[in-house]
């Protein structure tokens, strides 16, 4: 598998509440308010999104 040469972080910059959302749409070359907007429409449904939430921000590292 190839890497893109891209790490995921959470930014000191930019960032609302833990930069997690920041982060990821860094990573994968979406604009952070996307990225967020998708996280709060999947919270209409049922699933641990906050869970998941909490633990990519304990793992995912800080700029």
């Known amino acids: 598998m190839a890497s893109s040469g891209r790490r995921l972080y959470r930014p000191r910059h930019g960032r609302w509440i833990a930069g997690v959302c920041a982060g990821l749409g860094d990573r994968f070359g979406l604009?952070?308010?996307?990225?967020?907007l998708l996280f709060l429409l999947s919270?209409?449904?049922?699933?641990?999104?906050?869970?998941l939430y909490i633990v990519l921000w304990i793992m995912i590292p800080e700029q």
């Open 31 to 36: 604009p952070a308010w996307l990225v967020r």
């Open 43 to 51: 919270c209409l449904l049922p699933g641990p999104q906050f869970i």
